[in-house]
Structures are given as C-alpha cells and as structure tokens.
C-alpha cells in the first residue's frame, strides 16, 4: 500500500502539504484553510481502513481531498470505495480536482453537502473517518456508531488539539459499552473506536 503509491497520487498528495504549511503560516482565513491531517495521520487511517471489515467506508471532512487519497489507498488494497462528504461548496470543487488529478474517481465518491443529512442512506457502515467542524463531532458519532458493523471502525481526528471542545464527546466515547475506544496520541490525537 505505501510501497507502490501512485506518482499522480503522490504529486497531488505533495502539493497538497506545501499548501496546508503555506496556509498555517500566512494568516490564510479559516474557511480557506485545508486543515489538512498530516502524513503520518494518513498512514494510520490508511492501515485501519485496509483491516476494517465490509461495510459503507465514509468520510466526514473532505477539504481538498488530502486525508481521502490516504483512504483511497487502503481501498484499492482492498477492492473496497469510500464516499467523502464535503459541505463548503469551494472545498469540493478543490477536492474534485485532487481526485481528478490522483486518478481515484473510480474509487471515491465525493458528496457535496451536509453529512448529517445523509447518515440514514447507510445502513452498515465498515469503516468512517470523522474530521469536519468539532461542534458536530458528538452528532456525527451518535449518527454512525448504530450504523457500525460488527467490529467497524470510527476514527475521528483532534482528539488532542481540540481536547477541551471535544472532552464531553471524547469521554462519551470511553465509556460507550457499544465501542471499545482509545485515544491514540497519533498527529493531532485519534480516537479509534471499534463496534462490539
Ligand atoms: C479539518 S477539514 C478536513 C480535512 C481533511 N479531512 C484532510 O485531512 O484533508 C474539515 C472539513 O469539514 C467540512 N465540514 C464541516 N462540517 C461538515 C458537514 N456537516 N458535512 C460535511 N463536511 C463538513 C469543512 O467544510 C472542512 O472542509
């Protein structure tokens, strides 16, 4: 998987880092920025996804599409496809191009919109990547974990840099008897949770 990465992959996975560290260093407003995880957080979701079991493979917090190469990676080890929701209209029109470019449309379904509108349209969820705005993480969790197959996968992203917004949510978790959960100090801190 990380062995043989495509060069279209590659290049558009390497433009994508300069811009993030371009976007964290100038002052780049918010809604602009990419946001992106860094590589070694792409590593990880790439691992969880290859071993996460059949199901929907989601991801919540597209932006450009960097973390969803990570997951595309997994998914052609796995003849498996995700679908990636991105809710800022400019995102995913960056994104469109990332996929295009990297030469993943076959294995990435990108939906412009809301996640939380569409969690009902899956039913058995294998794996998820949860990495959009911190005040809908406890909504998105609540709207996936009962869609979880047995031993699929959430993994959501800031479980460190955004401990005290996410605390409430990241300690429902831990004490959730429908998961085995674990904060794994991984980039900017992944929770993994795997349903029982
Ligand atoms: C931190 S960025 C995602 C970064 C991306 N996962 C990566 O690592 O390359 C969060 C993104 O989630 C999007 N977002 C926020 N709320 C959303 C929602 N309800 N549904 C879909 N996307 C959402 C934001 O517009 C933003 O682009």
């Given at each position: 998987m990380f062995h043989n990465i495509p060069a279209d992959v590659l290049d558009r996975m390497h433009q994508l880092e300069r811009r993030d560290e371009q976007d964290r260093a100038d002052g780049t407003p918010r809604l602009e920025r990419l946001r992106q995880i860094p590589p070694e957080t792409g590593r990880f979701l790439a691992l969880w996804a290859a071993a996460a079991p059949t199901g929907a493979y989601l991801e919540i917090g597209?932006?450009?599409g960097y973390s969803t190469l990570w997951l595309a990676l997994a998914c052609r080890a796995n003849g498996r496809s995700l679908t990636t929701f991105e809710v800022l209209p400019q995102k995913a029109a960056l994104a469109r191009d990332t996929f295009a470019q990297a030469g993943v449309g076959d294995v990435v379904r990108l939906v412009q919109g809301d996640f939380l509108e569409h969690a009902?349209?899956?039913?058995?969820?294998g794996f998820c990547f949860l990495d959009a705005e911190k005040e809908i993480y406890r909504a998105c969790y609540e709207a996936v974990v009962p869609r979880l197959v047995a031993g699929g996968i959430l993994i959501a992203d800031n479980a460190a840099n955004h401990r005290e917004t996410l605390q409430p949510m990241l300690d429902a978790a831990l004490a959730d008897a429908r998961v085995d959960a674990l904060i794994v100090p991984i980039g900017r801190g992944e929770l993994v949770c795997r349903k029982r």
């Open positions: 597209t932006s450009a009902d349209e899956f039913d058995e969820v």
